[in-house]
């Protein structure tokens, strides 16, 4: 498995931006994948890239709001987060799968997660 390292998590308040990063060696081979655990809550999907970077799914909750990109060239995917609500609290997750094709939402379809960084939002 491909061990990532996720970057960039910390404290702001609510209307603020932050940008995590999750650095992975061999990016080119998956596609990436952000997730997120808020305490006492199941882990949710919250956006994905296909290997080339044109094509991205996002969780509802967060359209419009967050990015996901990818630079291959720096092996580095990146989460662009604008707009944070309290409600975005939560430990994010990078992760990575080795499917061809698409962009799966599913947890399941990846099968490399990074250790979490967190991301706290105050009102």
């Known amino acids: 498995q491909v061990p990532l390292e996720e970057s960039g998590g910390g404290l702001v308040q609510a209307g603020g931006s932050l940008r995590l990063s999750c650095a992975a060696s061999?990016?080119?081979?998956?596609?990436m994948g952000w997730f997120r655990q808020a305490p006492g809550k199941e882990r949710e999907f919250v956006a994905a890239?296909?290997?080339?970077?044109?094509?991205?799914a996002y969780a509802d909750s967060v359209r419009g709001r967050f990015t996901i990109s990818r630079d291959n060239a720096k092996n580095t995917v990146y989460l662009q987060m604008n707009s944070l609500k309290p409600e975005d609290t939560a430990v994010y997750y990078c992760a990575a799968s080795l499917r061809r094709f698409g962009v799966p939402i599913q947890g399941r379809e990846y099968g490399a997660w990074g250790q979490g960084t967190q991301v706290t939002v105050s009102s």
């Open positions: 061999g990016l080119t081979r998956y596609i």
């Open positions: 890239i296909s290997l080339s970077g044109d094509t991205a």
